[in-house]
């Protein structure tokens, strides 16, 4: 499933959790890892991928 909702993941409680940017994943982890993405955005992630590119 790929989505920008988090709020279905109270419906859902995934195994795993991909940041997608550029068409490439930068980040993955578990389901904190969408929690995290809930709570601060994407902006830490893409800066760093970008930063890294």
């Known amino acids: 499933l790929i989505t920008h909702y988090t709020r279905i ?3 859902i409680q995934p195994q795993f959790v991909h940041v997608f940017f ?3 994943i930068i980040q993955s982890g578990g389901p ?3 929690d995290e993405l809930e709570e601060n955005g994407y902006e830490r992630f893409t800066q ?3 930063a890294g590119a």
Do not use: C, I, S, T
Request: positive net charge; proline residues 0%.
């Open 32 to 34: 904190e890892l969408a």
């Open 48 to 50: 760093a991928a970008a």
């Open 9 to 11: 993941l109270r419906y």
């Open 22 to 24: 550029g068409g490439r």
